[in-house]
């Protein structure tokens, strides 16, 4: 694989997977603790609606997609938090209209829409300099909001009652953390696809805490994770010649139930403590430092 780094396209791969891990460590992470991956596979949906609506306004799919996303995020936040509807039942109907105006843009555009597969199913191979140049900015947001926000999103992720005695403004933080995970789902939309997006968004997450129960080092390790999948995917799938996206993911799937099956193994032959569940253990001192807010 070493004289396919001599080729643009494969830096430009190589470089996709690093900031895709970037995002997916940090926000996953905060995925995984909240169990909001119904809602994260709801906004990864949905943003095919933006994707149709890029090629229907002649722009950059990926720029489409973003507006559109942050918009369905919003959407799917406030129909949660303010209607009597159930959770699933409200991701369901703004994840399925998602997919739907993603059509009808797609039928009102006249001609072909070409690379229209890649935004489904991912095809890190195609990758542009202006891609990494959205991707590298939305990193650096992310980052930002979580450096900026972290014991409060911590608060909220894992007690509102909390948060609410904390008096901290819990429904602005909840939405807050969508459009973050809404911006996690743009970037990777180029390296794994719409219908993959989910998977990779928390396999490295769910992963990273079988290994710590600190959510700071759940994050690096997640980060160190997604990177690892990224970047082997891409090696396999170039060696085997297999489409990138799938390639990733399978990768992260096969590792997770490796890894799971190897720590119930050393569980049974008591080689190992009683685990404490993520939920329940994860960061405990960062709940009680966001008393101090």
Known sequence: ???????????NALAAGVL???????????????????????ISHASFGGVGLGYWLGINPVLGALFFTVAASLGMGLAVKKTRLAEDTAIGILWAMGMAMGIIFLGLTPGYAPDLFSYLFGNILLVTSSDLTIMLSLDLIIV?????????????SFDEEFARIARLPVDCLYLGLLCLIALTVVILIKVVGIILVIALLTIPAALAGQFTHNLKKM???????GAAFSLGGLWFSYQLDLPSGATIILLGGFVFFL????????RSRGRSGKKCPVPAALNLIDLKEGQKL
Do not use: D, H, P, W
């Not at 694989?1 to 830096?11: D, V």
């Not at 891990?21 to 596979?41: D, E, Q, R, T």
């Open 20 to 42: 895709a891990a970037v995002a997916c460590g940090l926000i996953g992470s905060f995925v995984v603790v909240k169990k909001m991956v119904s809602i994260s596979g709801g």
């Open 1 to 11: 694989m070493l004289e396919a780094l001599r080729y643009e396209f494969m830096q």
């Open 144 to 156: 930002a909001a979580v450096g900026l926000l972290y014991k409060e999103l911590v608060a909220v």
């Open 219 to 225: 994050m690096l390790v997640s980060i160190l994770l």
């Open 259 to 266: 890894a799971t099956g190897l720590t119930r193994a050393r």
